[in-house]
């Protein structure tokens, strides 16, 4: 039973202050989930009275509130169930259903009473719409919520459906970005294979994953940073350790990479599964970028080049900068390789 001053404050969501909502969201979600007041549209309606700028601001501090949530469903308080979805997904895309699909698929979920499911998925759901990304607009997210309601009440087969007409029309997000743009905000993103085989790179004792970073590590150490252009990048792609032996796809794949890479051109990115979208690239370009060219000054087989081994987005305090003094030190295995912790 909930006391009547929760009752008042949950059909006034809407017009609480943020410290209000940020208290009712880390404290009191489940009594809000079980009440009469659909609280999913109470929290859609404070979002739209609010400008942009505001909206973002509320948005972080109600994404911070759900992850602190102790309230148990099962074993795992909601917070822990946000952490678990967000581990299981990350570097994954996460679809309109993936909340469903997460609940459906658990085995500890799968334990629990069929309103406990119900809850966690509304929840889910809520943390995915409006707390995950910057809200440019609502009307898809107010739509969603408003055409599939999810009651504790609601039988499986119902939500089944509702998941499955919610899918039907989803197109992952794309964005188009520079090479350099794309390491600095989507670090991730560089560690991305794009051939198949490990690759040797210069100082390094065992060969390491060949990954954009990789990839663009060993070609900044041959060619350095300046006057690269078509015959420099296809003397790399035939002629190089690392290229002699790809094959045809894998070669494109790199050449690609460079010539972006060089030209400062967009690439098409999925931040949210990590990846260069391949697939919306068209590989006619000039055939010179991918054939021989002729043989930069070699000495005893190997070639000369005098470049630091680092990428231009890197400072030089950077911890991923392999300065000349270090090198004589052992490395780790695959140092150049990031790390990312996923979206908050």
Do not use: H
């Not at 208290?23 to 942009?52: N, Q």
């Amino acid at each position: 039973m909930l006391s009547q001053q929760l009752e008042e404050k949950l059909e006034n969501f809407s017009s609480l202050s943020d410290q209000e909502c940020v208290s009712i969201i880390s404290g009191y979600l489940l009594e809000a989930l079980e009440s009469d007041v659909y609280i999913d549209w109470e929290i859609v309606t404070k979002f739209i009275v609010l400008p942009f700028p505001a909206r973002n601001d509320l948005r972080k501090i109600l994404n911070l509130a759900l992850r602190s949530n102790r309230q148990m469903i099962g074993i795992f308080s909601i917070g822990q169930w946000i952490e678990k979805y967000r581990k299981t997904y990350e570097n994954i895309e996460r679809t309109p259903n993936t909340f469903f699909e997460f609940v459906s698929s658990d085995t500890e979920i799968k334990k629990l009473d069929r309103k406990s499911q119900i809850k966690l998925m509304r929840i889910l759901r809520l943390y995915d719409y409006l707390l995950v990304e910057p809200i440019n607009g609502l009307t898809d997210v107010v739509m969603k919520i408003i055409k599939f309601p999810m009651y504790v009440s609601s039988p499986e087969s119902a939500v089944s459906q509702a998941m499955i007409e919610e899918n039907k029309n989803y197109i992952p997000r794309l964005e188009k970005t520079t090479i350099d743009n794309m390491l600095r905000n989507y670090p991730a993103l560089g560690e991305q294979l794009i051939t198949s085989e490990k690759i040797k790179l210069q100082n390094f004792p065992e060969p390491v994953r060949p990954s954009i970073k990789n990839w663009l590590a060993d070609y900044t150490f041959n060619l350095g940073y300046e006057n690269r252009g078509a015959i420099q990048r296809g003397t790399y792609l035939f002629q190089s350790i690392n290229t002699r032996r790809l094959s045809p796809g894998d070669r494109q794949k790199l050449q690609y990479i460079l010539k972006a890479y060089d030209e400062n051109l967009p690439v098409p990115i999925n931040p949210n599964t990590n990846q260069i979208v391949f697939s919306e690239v068209s590989f006619g370009g000039n055939p010179a970028e991918i054939r021989p060219a002729a043989r930069a000054e070699e000495k005893d087989g190997n070639m000369r080049f005098s470049y630091p081994q680092k990428l231009p987005y890197e400072r030089k305090d950077s911890p991923n900068v392999i300065r000349p003094e270090e090198r004589s030190q052992p490395l780790p295995k695959n140092v150049v390789n990031l790390k990312d912790n996923g979206p908050i």
